[in-house]
């Protein structure tokens, strides 16, 4: 009902485009290159960007209705992309990704729709702003193509949530395998890349929003350095872990995003430092080099014991020594028995406080001021509490206030395990460039009763990156019974382009890829299906 009230007016706009002849040829040649090569094209005259864009959007009514990854449309879309091909046409000077067309996570504001974390109570959040990271895009003249569905509040509503639900969007699901959790919270940004419904997509993480679904999905993910890029105008769980990430389709087009989007913004001072660490632009054309010189710490203490994920890891640990990298193995790390209560604790203090801030300074009026009003308002609609309840909030409410003393020894505790006496020590004393994980196992099935539950547990230390606030790089680097791997890179902090320079030689070495296949279950693949056996099965 609601997705679908978002969804009309573009889709009238995309039947017309799905009705073109001429818009089949655009999509074999071009929907699934890379956003670096689709630029070049333009520039070069071969493609225009009404054709990019009316191209996605055909995919998108074509392809996305059982993954359900797109939320809601920019229908002005189309007319941006053709003023764009007409300021080209005069001979303007246009930016580096002018006619690109972008998915932007339903909780980062665009001023031409609504911003809702996929809650009915921000169903008019329409600001009419811009988050600072999409200002900085649009002035690269990029093209907001629409919004993609998360796990409502980005997964910080209750402890037996459904990744990938929202009570606006409904469920998104993994293009892979359909029964399978696109994970989250940036769900929709990770399926809506997997199946390229756009040319880029960004996420937002806090404790592993980018990076497990980027590796269920099969695409790349990168989390950078906390105060890299602003937050502001995108709603908020966490100041001290919060921020966005390019989800894309290979490691230039994430590295070219984080460049365009870094730097300082005075209404966030996580970002003070930011304009001395903006990587440095990417070539149009990545020139392939080696990791010779390059140290890589292999953590073992968290690569779980699956089989398959295993060999996919030692797969990818083979084509990195093969390029030149020095492997060294990191098979022990500790860490304080209170670590986990410390680290749940400090998100549920600084969410109280950033959501009543966010809510009380939007310049709409709301059905909800506060979280207070948030938890009351859930508690007289049916449908935001007919999967799971919100138990976070409620924790939330009553967690101890930022900057008191339970706050600050827990804080202090929890970012110097991850940082000074995690990631840093690690690095230091094996000497090593980055750290490699495998940066999770593979999907687990959806459960609308119990909730995510992954019956192998969860491997890798994306979390100490994200409670560090250091960058991470998934890359896809396997796949197991036709479900993608990703492979972590993790740096210390500011090491940015560091992470995407070392990801980018592994990505163009180890060359793998894995196109989803819209299976309802893993039952019905081709080979499983289509039995040469001669065996027949006779039911009672």
């Avoid at 080099?289 to 140290?295: E, I, S, Y």
């Avoid at 083979?318 to 410390?342: R, Y």
């Avoid at 991850?418 to 994980?437: E, F, P, Q, T």
């Amino acid at each position: 009902m609601y997705k679908q009230w978002y969804l009309l007016a573009a889709l009238v706009v995309c039947t017309a485009c799905a009705s073109n002849a001429h818009q089949k040829q655009v999509k074999t040649q071009w929907l699934d290159l890379p956003a670096y090569q689709q630029s070049e094209a333009i520039q070069n005259g071969e493609l225009t960007a009404a054709e990019l864009v009316a191209g996605y959007l055909a995919r998108i009514e074509h392809l996305d209705g059982k993954v359900n990854s797109v939320l809601a449309l920019n229908p002005n879309a189309l007319t941006e992309a053709k003023a764009i091909d007409a300021r080209r046409a005069t001979g303007e000077k246009l930016g580096r990704l002018a006619g690109i067309p972008i998915l932007l996570k339903d909780n980062i504001e665009s001023k031409e729709l609504p911003t809702t974390a996929g809650s009915l109570a921000l169903l008019d959040n329409d600001t009419g702003r811009d988050a600072t990271i999409v200002a900085k895009l649009r002035n690269a003249g990029v093209i907001i193509l629409g919004k993609t569905n998360l796990s409502e509040w980005a997964n910080f509503r209750s402890e037996s949530s459904i990744s990938g639900w929202s009570a606006v969007g409904g469920l998104t699901r993994n293009p892979h395998m359909l029964s399978r959790s696109a994970c989250g919270s940036s769900s929709g940004s990770g399926a809506a890349m997997s199946l390229r419904l756009a040319s880029l997509a960004v996420g937002t993480e806090t404790n592993g929003s980018i990076i497990c679904p980027s590796s269920f999905n099969g695409v790349v993910g990168f989390k950078p350095t906390v105060g890299l890029l602003s937050r502001t105008h995108i709603i908020p769980i966490s100041f001290s872990q919060d921020t966005a990430g390019p989800m894309t389709s290979n490691v230039q087009d994430a590295w070219l995003m984080t460049a365009l989007m870094a730097g300082y913004d005075d209404l966030d001072k996580a970002t003070k430092e930011a304009d001395e660490h903006v990587p440095a632009m990417p070539a149009s054309t990545m020139v392939t080099t080696d990791l010779k010189g390059k140290r890589v710490g292999v953590v073992r203490y968290r690569q779980g014991d699956n089989p398959h994920v295993l060999a996919v890891y030692e797969k990818a640990l083979k084509q990195l020594k093969a390029s030149g990298a020095t492997l060294v193995d990191i098979s022990d790390f500790s860490q304080p028995d209170s670590f986990w209560a410390d680290s749940y604790s400090v998100l549920l203090s600084e969410f109280h406080h950033g959501i009543n801030e966010y809510l009380a300074t939007s310049p709409v009026t709301l059905p909800v001021s506060d979280l207070a009003s948030l938890i009351a308002f859930n508690q007289q609609h049916p449908r935001e509490l007919m999967f799971f309840d919100q138990n976070i909030f409620e924790k939330s409410l009553n967690a101890a206030p930022v900057g008191g003393e339970l706050y600050r020894s827990a804080i202090a505790l929890i970012q110097d395990t991850a940082g000074i006496n995690g990631i840093d020590k690690l690095m230091a004393d094996y000497k090593v460039d980055v750290l490699v994980a495998p940066s999770n196992s593979p999907s687990f099935l959806i459960d609308g009763v119990y909730g995510d539950h992954s019956p192998v547990g969860f491997i890798g230390i994306g979390y100490l990156a994200a409670v560090a606030g250091y960058p991470h790089l998934t890359v896809p680097a396997g796949e197991v019974k036709g479900l993608p791997v990703g492979l972590s890179f993790i740096g210390g902090k500011w090491d940015d382009e560091k992470v995407l320079r070392i990801g980018s030689v592994f990505e163009a070495k180890h060359g793998f890829y894995i196109r989803p296949g819209l299976l309802p279950t893993y039952f019905d693949k081709p080979e499983l299906t289509n039995s040469t056996s001669g065996w027949k099965v006779i039911a009672n």
